[in-house]
């Protein structure tokens, strides 16, 4: 079993920064399953940012350039750092850790931006 922690989200202005933080916890699992996803009120669930390997990362045409992912190891936790956030990026934030073995969810952190 896997537990994921979100937590890090908040009321920010337009133009503001946030990092979030996804720690992961229980049976050993590799950082590069871990995937960040987003809902925005009314809307699909839709990926945000997602490891394709040790060094790259895939990000959201609506993301790229604002948002950046990464890991750390010792901490096992991964981090979305969220700059020149939009209103529209409102949403509720959720880290996934998935594989051909296992599929887990976290509970989710809310992001909103006012503009």
């Known amino acids: 079993q896997v537990q994921l922690v979100e937590s890090g989200g908040g009321l920010v202005q337009a133009g503001g920064s946030l990092r979030l933080s996804c720690a992961a916890s229980?049976?050993?699992?590799?950082?590069?399953?871990i995937s960040w996803y987003r809902q925005a009120p009314g809307k699909p669930r839709e990926l945000v940012a997602r490891f394709i390997d040790g060094s790259n990362t895939v990000y959201a045409d609506s993301v790229k350039g604002r948002f950046t992912s990464s890991r750390d190891n010792d901490k096992n936790t991964v981090y979305l750092q969220m700059n020149s956030l939009k209103p529209e990026d409102t949403a509720v934030y959720y880290c996934r850790a998935n594989s051909r073995e296992y599929d887990y969810w976290g509970q989710g952190t809310r992001v909103t931006v006012s503009s």
């Open positions: 229980g049976r050993p699992l590799s950082l590069n399953t």
